[in-house]
């Protein structure tokens, strides 16, 4: 029986040592390819929101592409801040996701401490969708444009009451930007979420409001809403007949609600890459444009670069209105 010694067995193991890094790829490359188990997606807003409706309709038309389920997990609270607080402490492995979207990159001037940074814990991988603010009125009342709006309000000089989804979000920095390009004033009435909003304007409690087009619809639909104006720089297909601000003569205040799709920072290429190809390919299918339609959404697909652009324009125009309006950071 042939014995080691104690010299030769360091020596062979010192042998072993130096081959390994040789060896590494060839045990990346036995790895399993991603995906390979269910992707969780963070939606930072309560089930049944527009951006939790749009997430769904998007979940179950990647997963085919991706071969794993992706599955919804809302994480509401603190205007997006808590679900956001999650993705970014997730481990950077593609398996799990956020809805990003403007109140991210809001509430980095929004909140003292949001308790992440918009840009450097997230690697934004594209815009996905975008939706139009409505600018709406009680079904029976007497205002019937923009222009009836804007004049009954400089009549009040600033007694006319408005409805937001809270202060900071974009029906309230919204308004206050198509208010100051019409050179007019009125009352600031903050309620908790766009649903509120909207049951505020039917409820007769304020005038107007400018909700997100997926939570308006149903009512304009219905006739408790009547709809003045589409904030976007077109009108929305669903309501042809529904003029944009800018052509009832209120420049410089185009407002859309956008979203995307973010991951931890430090999320491999490789991955990223993945997971962009699966939603060009599944965002590309006429069912789940139609479906977004139908919601008062459009496939509004960006690249990353334009998507972080979107971010840093978004966190320009907080800034800008929290000082016009005099808002502090909470």
Do not use: C
């Amino acid at each position: 029986m042939n014995h080691i010694t104690r010299r030769e067995l360091l020596r062979h193991g010192a042998l072993a040592a130096t081959l390994l890094p040789f060896a590494s790829p060839r045990l990346s490359l036995a790895q399993e390819p991603f995906p390979n188990r269910p992707i969780k997606w963070v939606v930072p807003y309560l089930a049944g929101t527009g951006p939790d409706t749009t997430t769904r309709i998007l979940a179950e038309a990647v997963a085919p592409f991706l071969g794993q389920p992706v599955v919804i997990d809302n994480r509401a609270g603190a205007a997006g801040n808590i679900g956001a607080r999650v993705v970014a402490k997730a481990p950077p492995d593609g398996y799990t996701w956020i809805y990003s979207a403007a109140p991210m990159a809001a509430n980095m001037h929004m909140y003292k401490n949001p308790g992440f940074d918009a840009l450097k814990d997230f690697r934004h991988i594209m815009r996905l969708a975008s939706s139009d603010i409505v600018v709406v009125v009680n079904g029976k009342s007497n205002i019937r444009s923009m222009q009836e709006l804007v004049a009954q309000a400089k009549a009040q000089k600033g007694h006319m009451n408005y409805a937001s989804g809270g202060v900071g979000t974009p029906s309230h920095l919204g308004v206050e930007m198509m208010l100051s390009a019409a050179n007019a004033e009125a009352t600031h009435v903050p309620y908790k979420g766009a649903s509120e909003l909207v049951n505020a304007i039917i409820g007769e409690q304020v005038i107007f409001g400018a909700p997100i087009f997926s939570v308006a619809y149903p009512f304009i639909r219905s006739g408790q809403l009547r709809a003045l104006a589409v904030a976007g720089g077109k009108r929305n297909p669903v309501l042809p007949d529904v003029p944009t601000l800018a052509e009832q003569g209120i420049n410089g205040a185009q407002l859309t609600s956008w979203g995307g799709l973010s991951v931890p920072a430090g999320t491999p290429d490789a991955i990223v890459e993945r997971i962009r190809a699966a939603f060009q390919q599944a965002m590309a299918q006429p069912k789940v444009i139609a479906a977004l339609q139908q919601q008062g959404g459009l496939v509004d697909l960006q690249d990353s670069a334009t998507y972080v652009q979107g971010f840093k324009q978004e966190m320009s125009f907080t800034e800008a209105m929290m000082k016009k309006v005099g808002l502090e950071a909470m």
